[in-house]
Every structure is written in C-alpha cells, then in structure tokens.
C-alpha cells in the first residue's frame, strides 16, 4: 500500500511540473504583457481648462500645454492664460487694483529696432533680456520694465505674456474719458509693425481670433488705440491699422469703439 502511495506522489509532482507548471508561467506572462501594452496605449493627459483626464493619443496639444477640444483650446484658462498663444511670462506686471473690471482693450504697435521685423528682440525686450550690444538703440531702452498682455508677430503669431487677470505695463501715462492708468483695467494687444508699414493678413486674423476670445472671457465695453489714450505721446496704431476691417470681421459693435473706425 506504502509503495502505491509513493508511487502516485511521485506521479502527480512528475505531472505538476511537466504539465501544468509551465502553462501557468506562460499564462503570467501573457498577462504581464498585455498589462505593459495596456499601459503603454492608455497614456493619459490633462485638459489645460477643464481638468478633464482623456487618452493622450485623444488630446490636443500646443506649447507642451494639452486640451480636450479645439473648443478649449481656444478658451482663457482659469489663470487668464490662452491656450493657442504662445507663453513667454514677463517679469513686468502686478495687481490690477482691487474689484477693477476689465473693460478696455488697447491696441499698439511695436518693432524692435524701429522698421525692423522678425527676429526675438521684443520677446526679450518685454522679459527683460535686451542686449544693449545688440543695436545702438537698445543701449537707450534696455533699462526699462515694460510689457503687453499679447503681442502679434509678421506671421501671425501669438505670444502672451502676462495673464489678462494681471496688470501688464503698457499704456503708460494714459486717460479714458474721466480715468487714468489706463493699465489698470485693459489688456493691451501688440502689433509687430510701425504704423506706417501695411499689416499682415496673418496678423488681422490672429488679432480677430484674439479679439474673439477676449470678448467671449470679459465684458470689453471699448477697443481704443494707444493714441486715443496717450493723444501727445503716442501714435500706434498708425494710420496703416485698418479699424474698419477689424470691426466687421471681430464683429465689434459701434459703441465699443468710442474713437471711431478713421484711421488716426
């Protein structure tokens, strides 16, 4: 009977390790396979404006920042960012007062040496990284802190770089009617240009999506131009700014432009 018993354990550990142990370490690595690849097909993202977690491969992405639709990739985030602008974030702002509405949106132009166009001399002028060595005119500006909300390249595109809950330093010594400092309830808007020169399609189309946006995020009650705030020291947008064009396309009503559409 002893010799029977043993001769079935034999068997059975003989049949354990023949047969049934190698199916299941081969089942285990299936298993550890499938998992990996799982793993590897459902990489997630996060939506830049509304948290929501989604398959990266399902996602939009611009400037290393995701979106879950084209919808919100064109939206202001909760931190007053936009998501299809460019981020280059300038040193150059503070608080807007407390319980200041923004209401205004000023429109300038700026190339930096003056008539030149290209290049990232503005972008390191508003992050305050102007060479002096660079141009003989940069010796004369270098030193300052000044900075736009957004500012519009030749090509159309768009860089932001102070949140629009932020106040951006770029109207200066500016009155709207009976209010000063201007800065403290507008988003001022650059235009690579002089005023004199043409502007580019590209910079009208990427200025109306702006304008949409904006229109869409605040409750803008006037689009003005930097002269029409600073009349003595300013002259953008210059006579080559079609306010015309930009006020049919953006679909800007007549009351919210309280200088007219003449060019000036």
């Not at 939506?47 to 919808?71: A, G, T, V």
């Not at 300013?234 to 930009?246: H, Q």
């Amino acid at each position: 009977m002893l010799k029977i018993i043993e001769f079935l354990l034999f068997f059975f550990i003989a049949y354990w390790f023949l047969f049934i142990y190698p199916k299941r370490t081969k089942l285990k690595a299936s298993k550890n396979t499938a998992s990996t690849s799982t793993t590897e097909v459902t990489k997630m993202a996060t939506c830049q404006i509304c948290k929501i977690r989604l398959p990266l491969n399902e996602s939009f992405l611009f400037d290393q920042r995701y979106f879950c639709s084209m919808n919100h990739l064109n939206e202001f985030d909760e931190w007053g960012w936009l998501g299809f602008a460019k981020k280059i974030p300038s040193p150059n702002y503070d608080d807007r007062p407390e319980n200041t509405a923004i209401d205004t949106v000023v429109i300038h132009h700026i190339s930096l040496p003056e008539g030149v166009f290209g290049g990232n001399a503005v972008e390191q002028f508003f992050t305050n990284r102007l060479n002096p060595e660079d141009d003989p005119y940069f010796q004369e500006i270098a030193h300052l802190e000044v900075s736009a909300h957004f500012f519009i390249k030749r090509h159309g595109e768009l860089i932001q770089f102070v949140s629009i809950q932020d106040r951006a330093w770029h109207a200066g010594a500016s009155q709207l009617f009976e209010r000063e400092r201007v800065n403290d309830f507008s988003v001022g808007i650059e235009l690579e240009g002089t005023g004199e020169i043409p502007y580019e399609p590209a910079q009208y189309q990427a200025l109306i999506k702006l304008v949409d946006a904006l229109q869409k995020k605040l409750s803008v009650n006037y689009f003005v131009g930097h002269s029409d705030i600073s009349p003595n020291r300013k002259t953008d947008p210059g006579k080559s700014f079609d306010w015309k064009y930009v006020s049919q396309v953006a679909k800007i009503p007549e009351q919210k432009l309280p200088f007219g559409i003449s060019v000036r």
